[in-house]
C-alpha cells in the first residue's frame, strides 16, 4: 500500500493544476447541486420492528386522519377561573377556530368538549391535527402555526404552540467558527509557518465542503435527520485537518532533511498517508457499522459521517499533495528553508556533490522525549495512576439513563420549550408525554365490545392519570384512546408504564392492542440501543484487535490498544453523565436541564472514538515499531516512538478537541453532548491513554509486545503500513540506476 500511495502522491504533485482543477469543480458541482436538489432535515425517528412503529403503520393504513402529525396549543388565561366566563371561552374557541383553518391543518379540537381544561380554570390546551407527518409538514406551515394566538396574547393571554410539528433543524453559526479558530492557532504553533498551516486547513476545508454538499444532494431520496448533517460537519472537520496535517508533518520533515519536493511529499503520503488511509478506513467501517443496529436514522447518521471522513482521506492523498506542491518550501519556518539541505537529483537519488549535505542533527530534547524518559522511567506508577484516575471518573457511567429529545430540554426561550413548561405548569408533566392506545379489529364490532375493556384495563394500570374518549376511523374497525401518565416523557416510572400497559392489554384475540405515541418511541428506541449497545462494543474491540494485529504483527498490542479504548469509553461515558444526566457543572456547559442522555449517543460515541483512538495508536506506535525493526532496543523505539510522534499527536488532538468543543456553544442539548463527549473522548485518549498508558505499558513489555507466532505471521498479510516495502523498492531503485 505504501508503494502505491507514494505514486499517487508524487503524481498528484507533478500534476497539481490538474488535480486542483478538478477538485474544484467537483466542489462547485455539487455545491449546485445541493443547492437545487436539496431536500427536507427532519427527525424520523422510525423503528422497524417495535410495537410503537407497527402502531403507527397500521393508523396510516385504516386511520390516516389520526397518522398525521400533532400540535398542542398550550392556553394560560390572564387570572383564574377566567376560562369559566364567556369572554375567556370566547377567546378559545376563537383561538381554536384560528388554528383549525391553518394551512396543513385538518382540525383542531375545543378544549371545553373533551375537558382539556384545568381545574382553576386559567389552563387549556387545544390539540391540533396536521394532514401529514412532522418530517412532511412545510417551513410554511409550521410558521403559521407558531403564531397561532396573536389576538389572544394582545389581550393578555398566554399562548404556546408546541408539539411534534415543532422540532426544529439545530443552527450551525459563528459558534462552532471558535473551534476551527482555534485550530487554525495550533496549527500555526505547530509548525511555525502561516503557509502550511493555511494550506492544510484550506485543504480540510475543500474535503468539507465537498463532504458535506454531497450530502445535501441525495437529501432529496435520503431521509436525513438533524443531527446527521451536524455529526458529519464535526467529523470532516476534525479528521480533515487532522490527516491533513500528518501528512504536511511528513512532508517538512523530509524536506528538512534534503529530499526535493515530488520526493518528499511521494515518502509522506506512502508513509503517514498510509496511516491516514487505515485510520480513515477504521472510521469508516466502525461508522458504517451502526447500520447492524437496523434503525434507520442511525444508519442514516453512521453512513453520513463515514461519507465525509471517506472524501477528507481522497481529499488528503490527493488534494494535499498537489497544495503542497504549489507552496514548495515555504511550508518550511524561514530560518530552516535556506538552512535545510536540497536534493536536486533525479527523485529518489541525491544529485552529484548532495552527500556532502549533511541532514540537521536530530533533535531528542524536545518535549515528546523528555515526557517518553518520565513515563518510561516511572512506568508502574504511571499505568497505576492511570487505572485508578480513570475508574474514578467512569464510577457514574453505570447510571446512565438513555431517551429520545424531549421538549423538556429544549433550550430555554425556544417555542418547544415554552409550551412543554406551560403545559407542565398547568396540568402536570404527564401531559406533555401522552401515550396511544390502537385498537384494531376485523370489524367494528369486535372493535367497540374490546374499547370498554381496554380502557379498565389502562385506567386500572398504576401511574395513569386519564385515558381520553376513544376516536374512531370511518370504517369503526380502529379506535385510538389517549392515554396520559402522572409523570414526564423521560421519567423512570413512564417507562414502567409502558412495560405495565402493554403487558394488561396484550391477551386480547378478535382484535390487537397496540401502544404507541412520541413517549413510547422514544423508550423502544432507547431498549433498541441498550440491547444492542454490548454487541456492537464487542464487534467494535474485536475489530481493533483484528485491524492491529494486522497493522503491527503483534499480539499484544492488539490487546493493549482494546483495553486502551475501553478505559476511554468507560470514562467518557462517566464524566457525560456526571454533566449532562446528573447536573454536575452544568452551568459551564450552558445545560440549562440536566436528564437522560439522548439515546443514541453511546453507540455513537463508541464507533467515533474507535476509528480516532486506532489513529493515534497507528501514529505513535507505528513509529516504534518501525525503530524496533531495524535494530533500536524495545525500550529506545519506544522512546523514538513518542519523541516523534507526541507534537503531531498532540496538535491532532487540540485540533479535535477545539472543533468538538465548538459544538457545545449550540443551544440544541443533543449536539451539546455529542460535541462535549467527543471532545472529552478524544482529550482521554490522547493524553491520557495513548501518550502516557500505552508507552508505559509498552515499555513494561519491552520486546515480548512485539511477539507473534510464527503460524499466525504467515497467514496475516503485510500491508506495511511503515512504509518498509517503500524503502526497499526506493532502495531497490537507486542501487539499479548507480
Same mark, same amino acid.
Given at each position: 500500500?505504501?508503494?502505491?500511495?507514494?505514486?499517487?502522491?508524487?503524481?498528484?504533485?507533478?500534476?497539481?493544476?490538474?488535480?486542483?482543477?478538478?477538485?474544484?469543480?467537483?466542489?462547485?458541482?455539487?455545491?449546485?447541486?445541493?443547492?437545487?436538489?436539496?431536500?427536507?432535515?427532519?427527525?424520523?425517528?422510525?423503528?422497524?420492528?417495535?410495537?410503537?412503529?407497527?402502531?403507527?403503520?397500521?393508523?396510516?393504513?385504516?386511520?390516516?386522519?389520526?397518522?398525521?402529525?400533532?400540535?398542542?396549543?398550550?392556553?394560560?388565561?390572564?387570572?383564574?377561573?377566567?376560562?369559566?366566563?364567556?369572554?375567556?371561552?370566547?377567546?378559545?374557541?376563537?383561538?381554536?377556530?384560528?388554528?383549525?383553518?391553518?394551512?396543513?391543518?385538518?382540525?383542531?379540537?375545543?378544549?371545553?368538549?373533551?375537558?382539556?381544561?384545568?381545574?382553576?380554570?386559567?389552563?387549556?390546551?387545544?390539540?391540533?391535527?396536521?394532514?401529514?407527518?412532522?418530517?412532511?409538514?412545510?417551513?410554511?406551515?409550521?410558521?403559521?402555526?407558531?403564531?397561532?394566538?396573536?389576538?389572544?396574547?394582545?389581550?393578555?393571554?398566554?399562548?404556546?404552540?408546541?408539539?411534534?410539528?415543532? %422540532?426544529?433543524?439545530?443552527?450551525?453559526?459563528?459558534?462552532?467558527?471558535?473551534?476551527?479558530?482555534?485550530?487554525? &492557532?495550533?496549527?500555526?504553533?505547530?509548525?511555525?509557518?502561516?503557509?502550511?498551516?493555511?494550506?492544510?486547513?484550506?485543504?480540510?476545508?475543500?474535503?468539507?465542503?465537498?463532504?458535506?454538499?454531497?450530502?445535501?444532494?441525495? %437529501?432529496?431520496?435520503?431521509?436525513?435527520?438533524?443531527?446527521?448533517?451536524?455529526?458529519?460537519?464535526?467529523?470532516?472537520?476534525?479528521?480533515?485537518?487532522?490527516? %491533513?496535517?500528518?501528512?504536511?508533518?511528513?512532508?517538512?520533515?523530509?524536506?528538512?532533511?534534503?529530499?526535493?519536493?515530488?520526493?518528499?511529499?511521494?515518502?509522506?503520503?506512502?508513509?503517514?498517508?498510509?496511516?491516514?488511509?487505515?485510520?480513515?478506513?477504521?472510521?469508516? &467501517?466502525?461508522?458504517?457499522?451502526?447500520?447492524?443496529?437496523? &434503525?434507520?436514522?442511525?444508519?442514516?447518521?453512521?453512513?453520513?459521517?463515514?461519507?465525509?471522513?471517506?472524501?477528507?482521506?481522497?481529499?488528503?492523498?490527493?488534494?494535499?499533495?498537489?497544495?503542497?506542491?504549489?507552496?514548495?518550501?515555504?511550508?518550511?519556518?524561514?530560518?530552516?528553508?535556506?538552512?535545510?539541505?536540497?536534493?536536486?537529483?533525479?527523485?529518489?537519488?541525491?544529485?552529484?556533490?548532495?552527500?556532502?549535505?549533511?541532514?540537521?542533527?536530530?533533535?531528542? %530534547?524536545?518535549?515528546?522525549?523528555?515526557?517518553?524518559?518520565?513515563?518510561?522511567?516511572?512506568?508502574?506508577?504511571?499505568?497505576?495512576?492511570?487505572?485508578?484516575?480513570?475508574?474514578?471518573?467512569?464510577?457514574?457511567?453505570?447510571?446512565?439513563?438513555?431517551?429520545?429529545?424531549?421538549?423538556?430540554?429544549?433550550?430555554?426561550?425556544?417555542?418547544?420549550?415554552?409550551?412543554?413548561?406551560?403545559?407542565?405548569?398547568?396540568?402536570?408533566?404527564?401531559?406533555?408525554?401522552?401515550?396511544?392506545?390502537?385498537?384494531?379489529?376485523?370489524?367494528?364490532?369486535?372493535?367497540?365490545?374490546?374499547?370498554?375493556?381496554?380502557?379498565?384495563?389502562?385506567?386500572?394500570?398504576?401511574?395513569?392519570?386519564?385515558?381520553?374518549?376513544?376516536?374512531?376511523?370511518?370504517?369503526?374497525?380502529?379506535?385510538?384512546?389517549?392515554?396520559?401518565?402522572?409523570?414526564?416523557?423521560?421519567?423512570?416510572?413512564?417507562?414502567?408504564?409502558?412495560?405495565?400497559?402493554?403487558?394488561?392489554?396484550?391477551?386480547?384475540?378478535?382484535?390487537?392492542?397496540?401502544?404507541?405515541?412520541?413517549?413510547?418511541?422514544?423508550?423502544?428506541?432507547?431498549?433498541?440501543?441498550?440491547?444492542?449497545?454490548?454487541?456492537?462494543?464487542?464487534?467494535?474491540?474485536?475489530?481493533?484487535?483484528?485491524?492491529?494485529?494486522?497493522?503491527?504483527?503483534?499480539?499484544?498490542?492488539?490487546?493493549?490498544?482494546?483495553?486502551?479504548?475501553?478505559?476511554?469509553?468507560?470514562?467518557?461515558?462517566?464524566?457525560?453523565?456526571?454533566?449532562?444526566?446528573?447536573?454536575?457543572?452544568?452551568?459551564?456547559?450552558?445545560?440549562?436541564?440536566?436528564?437522560?442522555?439522548?439515546?443514541?449517543?453511546?453507540?455513537?460515541?463508541?464507533? &467515533?472514538?474507535?476509528?480516532?483512538?486506532?489513529?493515534?495508536?497507528?501514529?505513535?506506535?507505528?513509529?516504534?515499531?518501525?525503530?524496533?525493526?531495524?535494530?533500536?532496543?524495545?525500550?529506545?523505539?519506544?522512546?523514538?516512538?513518542?519523541?516523534?510522534?507526541?507534537?503531531?499527536?498532540?496538535?491532532?488532538?487540540?485540533?479535535?478537541?477545539?472543533?468538538?468543543?465548538?459544538?457545545?456553544?449550540?443551544?440544541?442539548?443533543?449536539?451539546?453532548?455529542?460535541?462535549?463527549?467527543?471532545?472529552?473522548?478524544?482529550?482521554?485518549?490522547?493524553?491520557?491513554?495513548?501518550?502516557?498508558?500505552?508507552?508505559?505499558?509498552?515499555?513494561?513489555?519491552?520486546?515480548?509486545?512485539?511477539?507473534?507466532?510464527?503460524?499466525?505471521?504467515?497467514?496475516?498479510?503485510?500491508?506495511?503500513?511503515?512504509?518498509?516495502?517503500?524503502?526497499?523498492?526506493?532502495?531497490?531503485?537507486?542501487?539499479?540506476?548507480?
Amino acid at each position: 500500500m505504501a508503494t502505491l500511495l507514494y505514486r499517487l502522491g508524487r503524481g498528484s504533485m507533478r500534476r497539481r493544476r490538474l488535480v486542483a482543477a478538478i477538485w474544484l469543480v467537483v466542489l462547485v458541482g455539487l455545491g449546485l447541486a445541493a443547492a437545487t436538489l436539496r431536500g427536507p432535515i427532519a427527525d424520523n425517528f422510525t423503528m422497524p420492528g417495535t410495537e410503537s412503529q407497527r402502531a403507527l403503520d397500521l393508523l396510516s393504513e385504516q386511520f390516516p386522519a389520526a397518522s398525521g402529525a400533532t400540535g398542542t396549543i398550550a392556553v394560560k388565561a390572564p387570572a383564574d377561573g377566567a376560562l369559566a366566563a364567556p369572554q375567556g371561552q370566547a377567546v378559545v374557541k376563537e383561538l381554536t377556530q384560528e388554528a383549525a383553518t391553518l394551512p396543513g391543518v385538518v382540525g383542531a379540537v375545543d378544549p371545553f368538549q373533551v375537558g382539556a381544561v384545568s381545574p382553576d380554570g386559567r389552563y387549556a390546551l387545544v390539540q391540533v391535527q396536521f394532514a401529514t407527518g412532522a418530517d412532511e409538514v412545510t417551513d410554511a406551515q409550521r410558521d403559521a402555526y407558531e403564531k397561532v394566538g396573536e389576538r389572544a396574547e394582545a389581550q393578555g393571554w398566554e399562548v404556546a404552540p408546541g408539539g411534534e410539528v415543532l %422540532s426544529s433543524v439545530p443552527e450551525v453559526g459563528s459558534t462552532e467558527a471558535i473551534g476551527v479558530a482555534v485550530a487554525a &492557532i495550533v496549527l500555526v504553533v505547530t509548525f511555525g509557518s502561516l503557509v502550511a498551516a493555511g494550506m492544510t486547513m484550506l485543504n480540510a476545508l475543500i474535503g468539507v465542503g465537498v463532504g458535506m454538499a454531497g450530502l445535501f444532494t441525495i %437529501s432529496s431520496v435520503v431521509d436525513l435527520s438533524s443531527t446527521a448533517p451536524i455529526l458529519a460537519l464535526m467529523l470532516g472537520l476534525a479528521v480533515g485537518i487532522d490527516y %491533513s496535517l500528518f501528512i504536511t508533518s511528513r512532508y517538512r520533515q523530509n524536506l528538512a532533511e534534503g529530499l526535493p519536493p515530488d520526493e518528499a511529499v511521494g515518502r509522506a503520503v506512502g508513509t503517514a498517508g498510509s496511516a491516514v488511509v487505515f485510520a480513515g478506513a477504521t472510521v469508516v &467501517i466502525a461508522l458504517a457499522g451502526l447500520a447492524v443496529v437496523n &434503525i434507520p436514522f442511525l444508519t442514516v447518521m453512521g453512513l453520513a459521517a463515514a461519507g465525509t471522513v471517506t472524501v477528507a482521506v481522497l481529499v488528503a492523498i490527493t488534494l494535499q499533495p498537489a497544495l503542497l506542491g504549489f507552496a514548495g518550501r515555504r511550508v518550511l519556518p524561514r530560518k530552516l528553508r535556506s538552512s535545510a539541505p536540497v536534493e536536486d537529483g533525479t527523485a529518489g537519488e541525491p544529485a552529484a556533490g548532495a552527500a556532502a549535505a549533511t541532514p540537521p542533527a536530530e533533535d531528542r %530534547s524536545g518535549f515528546g522525549f523528555r515526557w517518553a524518559h518520565l513515563v518510561t522511567r516511572f512506568r508502574v506508577p504511571v499505568i497505576l495512576a492511570g487505572l485508578v484516575g480513570l475508574g474514578l471518573l467512569a464510577l457514574p457511567a453505570p447510571d446512565m439513563r438513555l431517551a429520545l429529545p424531549d421538549a423538556g430540554t429544549a433550550p430555554v426561550g425556544s417555542p418547544a420549550r415554552a409550551s412543554n413548561d406551560l403545559i407542565t405548569e398547568g396540568f402536570g408533566p404527564g401531559f406533555t408525554g401522552r401515550l396511544a392506545v390502537v385498537v384494531a379489529g376485523d370489524t367494528p364490532q369486535a372493535t367497540s365490545a374490546a374499547i370498554p375493556q381496554v380502557t379498565a384495563l389502562v385506567q386500572r394500570t398504576e401511574n395513569v392519570l386519564a385515558v381520553a374518549p376513544p376516536q374512531l376511523s370511518p370504517d369503526g374497525r380502529t379506535a385510538l384512546l389517549g392515554v396520559v401518565p402522572k409523570t414526564g416523557p423521560t421519567d423512570e416510572a413512564t417507562e414502567t408504564l409502558v412495560n405495565d400497559v402493554r403487558a394488561a392489554v396484550g391477551e386480547f384475540r378478535d382484535v390487537e392492542v397496540l401502544l404507541t405515541g412520541a413517549t413510547a418511541i422514544g423508550i423502544d428506541v432507547s431498549e433498541k440501543l441498550s440491547d444492542a449497545l454490548p454487541v456492537y462494543l464487542l464487534l467494535v474491540v474485536g475489530l481493533s484487535v483484528l485491524l492491529l494485529m494486522l497493522v503491527f504483527r503483534s499480539l499484544l498490542v492488539p490487546v493493549k490498544a482494546a483495553l486502551g479504548f475501553l478505559l476511554t469509553v468507560a470514562a467518557t461515558f462517566g464524566i457525560t453523565v456526571a454533566v449532562f444526566q446528573q447536573g454536575h457543572l452544568a452551568d459551564l456547559v450552558g445545560l440549562d436541564t440536566p436528564g437522560p442522555l439522548v439515546s443514541f449517543l453511546p453507540i455513537l460515541l463508541i464507533g &467515533i472514538l474507535f476509528g480516532l483512538a486506532m489513529d493515534y495508536e497507528v501514529f505513535l506506535v507505528s513509529r516504534m515499531r518501525e525503530d524496533f525493526v531495524h535494530g533500536d532496543t524495545a525500550q529506545q523505539a519506544t522512546i523514538n516512538g513518542m519523541g516523534h510522534g507526541a507534537r503531531v499527536v498532540t496538535a491532532a488532538a487540540l485540533i479535535m478537541i477545539s472543533v468538538f468543543g465548538g459544538f457545545v456553544f449550540l443551544d440544541d442539548p443533543v449536539i451539546k453532548s455529542m460535541g462535549f463527549a467527543l471532545a472529552i473522548g478524544v482529550a482521554i485518549d490522547a493524553f491520557v491513554v495513548r501518550m502516557t498508558i500505552v508507552p508505559a505499558v509498552m515499555s513494561l513489555l519491552g520486546k515480548r509486545a512485539w511477539w507473534l507466532p510464527r503460524w499466525l505471521d504467515r497467514a496475516v498479510p503485510n500491508v506495511d503500513i511503515e512504509g518498509e516495502g517503500l524503502r526497499a523498492h526506493l532502495d531497490d531503485r537507486s542501487a539499479a540506476r548507480t
